[in-house]
């Protein structure tokens, strides 16, 4: 007994309804990866501009207010030289000729 391939519809219309359902969820999730990688990359140049912008502010804050003296400096004495009657002299110092 031999057995013939007979044409029916339903069965070739279901594979091709299920090819084109699959070949759509591809391109869908393929597209929503591409999606979510745009929306990564851009959140992670935000923050990558923030934290420059950040840097550049605190960098242009110590160059105006320039450095700590009282953080850096302590035990140092800083003397100043004036020029006096006698000659110079240095502020805390005595004068050698009284």
Do not use: C, Y
Request: glycine share 12%; hydrophobic share 55%; net charge positive.
């Amino acid at each position: 007994m031999t057995q013939t391939q007979t044409f029916r519809f339903p069965h070739t219309a279901g594979n091709w309804l299920r090819a084109l359902i699959a070949a759509v969820l591809a391109v869908a999730f393929a597209g929503l990866v591409l999606m979510f990688a745009a929306i990564f990359a851009a959140a992670a140049l935000v923050v990558i501009g923030a934290a420059m912008l950040a840097g550049g502010a605190w960098w242009l804050w110590r160059k105006v207010r320039g450095r700590n003296q009282q953080a850096e400096d302590d035990g140092i004495t800083v003397l100043v030289a004036r020029r006096g009657p006698s000659g110079w002299t240095v502020d805390g110092e005595s004068d050698p000729r009284g």
